[in-house]
């Protein structure tokens, strides 16, 4: 089993868990569930720079990256630095995120948030909703087509934006349909956790041009940024580079700075 095979087996059995603790109709009567939506995709197409900061404080692949920022001032941070939008890891086992830290970030802050999760059932997307978040991530690697419709349909229908991943071509292919909003490119090769930006580049060609394109994963520096630009994307997703910092906001206000001048 690789690491992503090893997520979606343990997501599995936790969204079942949730599933019978919390009913749908709890959720959907939660007090943000109907709140007016920020759109991610606006933002990113006014914005020069188009960063989306991330909240994490660990991945597999880097084990510990910062346990003691908190998600208020992280967001108060990143709204203030001027970022499009904030990313929020939801995945406790290897992430060290919560649902919490969503809610959190909902209270800190009027960025576009994006519910950085594996969803592999109905339930996270209607979850996503309660707790406050603007956008979802779906991910090509881990979806048949017929739930990447399905689930990208349902998103829609509260209002919510979608964000598709994809690693190549061959899940490029299968995924795109009108229900998306926007399409990441994710740089890490999720089998090897090696970091290509060619990656972006060579989708780049293939991505119609009917959604915005945004490149995740490796872009740590404003050359990448540089890089990228030419090849039509519009927002660049920003996971460790401000979180392994002491001040993540700090951190952002100083990239886009340089970014923009």
Do not use: W
């Not at 603790?21 to 914005?47: C, G, M, T």
């Not at 290897?94 to 059932?121: H, Q, V, W």
Request: aromatic share 6%; net charge neutral.
């Amino acid at each position: 089993m690789n690491i992503l095979e090893k997520i979606v087996a343990d997501k599995r059995l936790e969204v079942a868990l949730r599933k019978s603790l919390i009913p749908v109709e709890q959720l959907e009567h939660s007090v943000l569930f109907n709140r007016p939506v920020n759109s991610l995709v606006s933002a990113l197409k006014q914005s020069t720079t188009g960063i989306i900061a991330e909240h994490k404080r660990r991945s597999p692949s880097k084990a510990l990256i910062n346990q003691s920022l908190n998600v208020f001032d992280v967001a108060k941070g990143y709204e203030s630095a001027g970022v499009c939008g904030m990313s929020v890891l939801t995945d406790g086992k290897y992430f060290g995120g919560s649902l919490d830290d969503l809610l959190t970030a909902r209270a800190s802050c009027n960025l576009p948030l994006l519910r950085k999760e594996f969803i592999i059932d109905e339930y996270q997307i209607i979850e996503a909703k309660a707790y406050g978040a603007d956008v979802i991530l779906l991910i090509a690697a881990i979806l048949p087509r017929e739930d990447i419709k399905r689930f990208s349909e349902l998103a829609k229908s509260l209002n919510l934006e979608v964000l598709l991943e994809v690693h190549n071509q061959e899940e490029l292919h299968k995924s795109v349909m009108p229900s998306l909003d926007m399409l990441g490119v994710n740089n890490r090769n999720l089998k090897t956790f090696e970091v290509s930006l060619e990656t972006s580049k060579s989708l780049s060609e293939i991505i119609p041009t009917d959604f915005v394109k945004v490149s995740e994963s490796g872009i740590s520096s404003i050359e990448a940024i540089k890089t990228l630009k030419p090849f039509g994307y519009k927002g660049f997703l920003i996971g460790e580079n401000f979180m392994k910092t002491d001040n993540a906001g700090a951190s952002a206000a100083q990239f886009i700075n340089a970014l923009n001048s």
